[in-house]
């Protein structure tokens, strides 16, 4: 089970720190993901990272000022959102797949969390 948290409303140039905090099983043999979905648009990779081994990987979009880490002894996922924009507003939700291979598309998950909204306001 994963259950997002710490959505909320920020100016423009300000921060958030999303968690993820997984229960139910051990997931060192997984990867953690983080996707947000934009009203009307389809829902996309923001950040990736191994659970065993710490390797990351970011969109384009917010390579920069996002940083995605992960606390072993709490089984949480987190994701820090620096510089937001106005374009960053969404649901972000949190996902795990099995295995170690760093993936990007929403089908190669297999667990999701119900999502935590962000909105930035100019």
């Known amino acids: 089970q994963l259950q997002a948290s710490g959505g909320g409303l920020a100016q423009a140039g300000g921060s958030l720190r999303l968690s993820c905090a997984a229960s139910?099983?051990?997931?060192?043999?997984?990867?953690m993901g983080w996707f947000r979905q934009a009203p009307g648009k389809e829902r996309e990779f923001v950040a990736v990272i191994r659970w065993s081994g710490g390797s990351t990987y970011y969109a384009d979009s917010v390579k920069g000022r996002f940083a995605i880490s992960r606390d072993n002894a709490n089984n949480t996922v987190y994701l820090q959102s620096n510089s937001l924009k106005p374009e960053d507003t969404a649901v972000y939700y949190c996902?795990?797949?099995?295995?170690?291979?760093?993936?990007?598309?929403?089908?190669?998950?297999?667990?999701w969390g119900q999502g935590t909204l962000v909105t930035v306001s100019s």
């Open positions: 139910g099983g051990t997931f060192n043999s997984y990867i």
């Open positions: 996902a795990a797949a099995r295995g170690f291979r760093i993936r990007v598309r929403t089908e190669e998950y297999d667990y």
